[in-house]
């Protein structure tokens, strides 16, 4: 007996629907992206595992997909790790490359190896699928698509600003009641200054990235299991704990950090973000959130991170500021600040909101019924000429009753259905049933256009 097929856990089929309710998510990121200035550009779905280690931090790197050396990848293994069972050691033997985690670093990447044609400031999007070797539950997949947008060789805060207003228009456009969060790791520094553990900035980051997950109890006890003392995580746990509006919060922060250059320098820029988004006005909610820390370790200024405030899920956008990422790669001192759109977790939101508008399915405009050879041979005739005006139209490819005919396209959410039958070839019109109420007329074939 056939084995049953199936496919990875955490990865999905889509149906033509569902891809046009995606596609509508993609056009939409798409056309904002180009609104502000974002060009396409693409990588390979796989680099080299040089290019991505060490990059994403210590959690990171035991996600990442490695890819197993083409032909007998056990040849040239280190045979002794694997006999001890350190993967470690083992895996660049056996592996040399891995799927991608995210587009930054392969963004990075790409800047580093096309330096020579590229001009400062320089301004990109990306549409395409990333891989993470995760445990698959609600929104959480082992591939997903992101929809990055990214700008490097600029220090300027008027970047974050108008990256905000992107992230605000984009879910205006999609009608997703969202709240953005803000943060920046320089604060986080000066954090960690305080409570005197500035060697534990990134134990510190990593664990309380997980706050909304596992909560503040839990989070104390994964400090203290990476060897922060008692006396620092009760400095910390007020520090978290701060309310009052963004203005006294940003001030509380400013008065708690007075001593921390570092931490000083993140309050000012964070104000300044801040301050310029609430001049140009934001349909989204706005929040600093000093627990904020998006445990990639490239971070380096500010943090952003998107809520849907009307489904319990995950982050939905994300993103912030990485002053040398290009440097792990011999390019220093080119600053850079990006978001990433989830577009599976968008599509999540959509489908539990049932936001879509209602033309989102009505791929083609306009179904022409086959009642037999000659009236398939006009109905074609009469498609090319629509097709040409941008309009689309399928043929129904067989002869059969028209009632079989008129439930397909119902059921395919065609809106129209062209009828071509012995009266309409004899006299050169052709009747249109509306598909929603139910109505027809009968017209001449060349005021067709006119009615669709």
């Known amino acids: 007996m056939a084995q049953k097929p199936s496919i990875p856990k955490g990865t999905r089929d889509f149906s033509s629907s569902e891809m046009a309710r995606r596609n509508y998510i ?31 931090g210590e959690e990171g790197d035991k996600l990442l997909f490695k890819i197993l050396n083409s032909g007998d990848f056990l040849l040239k293994s280190n045979k002794e790790a694997i006999e001890a069972g350190d993967s470690v050691k ?7 490359k891995g799927l991608r985690y995210d587009l930054t670093v392969p963004f990075a990447r790409y800047v580093v190896q096309h330096r020579g044609e590229l001009q400062m400031p320089f301004k990109r999007y990306q549409i395409q699928p990333v891989w993470r070797a995760d445990r698959p539950q609600k929104g959480r997949y082992r591939e997903f698509y992101q929809c990055d947008a990214d700008v490097v060789g600029t220090d300027s805060l008027v970047n974050e600003i108008e990256l905000l207003q992107l992230i605000d228009e984009v879910f205006n456009r999609l009608n997703i009641r969202i709240t953005i969060k803000l943060n920046n790791r320089k604060v986080l520094a000066g954090i960690a200054e305080y409570i005197g553990a500035p060697d534990k900035m ?11 997950k596992i909560g503040i109890e839990n989070v104390n006890a994964e400090l203290s299991n990476r060897g922060l003392s008692d006396e620092a995580i009760a400095a910390l746990r007020p520090i978290l704990e701060i309310d009052g509006t963004i203005d006294q919060r940003l001030d509380s922060l400013q008065t708690l950090l007075a001593d921390s250059e570092e931490g000083s320098l993140g309050v000012k820029e964070l104000r ?14 706005l929040d600093l959130d000093v627990s904020l820390a998006r445990g990639l370790n490239y971070y380096t200024g ?3 991170e998107v809520k849907a405030r009307d489904v319990a899920i995950g982050s939905i956008t994300g993103g912030g500021r990485y002053d040398n990422l290009t440097g792990v790669f011999g390019m220093p001192g080119v600053s850079g600040v990006g978001i990433s759109f989830g577009a599976d977790r968008i599509y999540d939101v959509l489908n539990a909101l049932d936001l879509y508008p209602d033309n989102t399915l009505h791929t083609t405009r306009v179904m022409f019924a086959n009642l037999g050879a000659a009236e398939a041979t006009a109905s074609m005739k009469l498609a090319k000429e629509l097709r040409s ?16 005919q008129l439930s397909w396209a119902d059921a395919h959410s065609i809106p129209y259905v062209a009828i071509i039958g012995d009266s309409e070839l004899a006299d ?25």
């Open 272 to 285: 300044e973000v801040i301050d310029g988004t609430k001049a140009l006005g934001l349909k989204a909610d």
């Open 90 to 96: 083992a895996t660049p033997s056996i592996a040399e």
């Open 202 to 212: 990134v134990d510190i980051t990593v664990a309380i990235d997980k706050i909304d």
């Open 389 to 404: 005006e941008g309009i689309a139209v399928e043929v129904y490819p067989d002869t059969a009753k028209l009632k079989k």
């Open 26 to 56: 993609f056009d939409t990121i798409r056309s904002v992206f180009r609104l502000y200035g974002f060009n396409p550009i693409e990588t390979p779905s796989m680099e080299n595992l040089s290019t991505l280690m060490g990059k994403y």
């Open 428 to 452: 050169g019109s052709v009747t249109l049933k509306n598909m929603v109420d139910g109505e027809q007329q009968t017209v001449p074939q060349n005021e067709l256009k006119k009615l669709l």
């Open 302 to 304: 500010t943090i952003i």
